[in-house]
């Protein structure tokens, strides 16, 4: 597995943080912390995204999915943001789960719990987007119900990701423990 590195600064066309491709089964990615660097994903299987940080600062893609996903894919308790183009999350295989991160833009099809502070342009009630169960738009923006921001969740996301105390996110995740790997 890949678990508690610091990965910054490795990022460009064709050069990503971390990349899990051809073939790879069984990995766990759990504890990283990514700055202005990706994750990429591309003809893997069984593969679990747990509790880590990705912050592109400006970058693309922060977490990409390239293709050939295969089974058991699941992206749980992660902060995923910081794109120029309000979709750190680029995940289309149907096989992919999200449940409980905080994300600048971009989601996956099957999902729960997770707070969008970034929406990408085609996740709009016009392009056939909408919040599953549990889900909270924090974008200013009252679309969806309340106009949160970035700041009902943060104390100060560009120097720490901690929580404020009376944060949306605190209680706002569902119980994962049936899904994650033995």
């Known amino acids: 597995g890949l678990l508690m590195n610091n990965i910054i600064g490795i990022g460009s066309n064709h050069a990503n943080g971390i990349s899990v491709y051809d073939a790879n089964e069984n ?44 089974k058991n894919v ?49 996740q709009t009630p016009g392009g056939g987007w909408s919040l599953e169960e549990g889900e909270i738009v924090a974008d200013g923006t009252t679309v969806y119900g309340p106009a949160y921001t970035v700041d009902d969740i943060f104390q100060d996301i560009s120097e720490s990701y901690k929580l404020k105390e009376n944060s949306i996110a605190i209680d706002s995740g569902t119980n994962i423990i049936d899904e994650l790997p033995d």
Do not use: M
């Open 27 to 70: 990995i766990l990615v759990i504890g990283n912390k990514f700055e202005r660097s990706s994750l990429t994903l591309s003809n893997c299987s069984n593969l679990t995204i747990y509790n880590n940080i990705l912050d592109s600062k400006g970058g693309g893609y922060t977490l990409s999915d390239w293709g050939k996903i295969g």
């Open 74 to 122: 699941y992206i749980f308790n992660n902060i995923i943001i910081g794109t120029n183009n309000n979709l750190s999350i680029n995940a289309i295989s149907p096989t992919t789960t999200s449940k409980n991160n905080i994300i600048g833009g971009g989601s996956t099809i099957n999902r729960s719990h997770n707070i969008y502070i970034a929406r990408a342009w085609s």
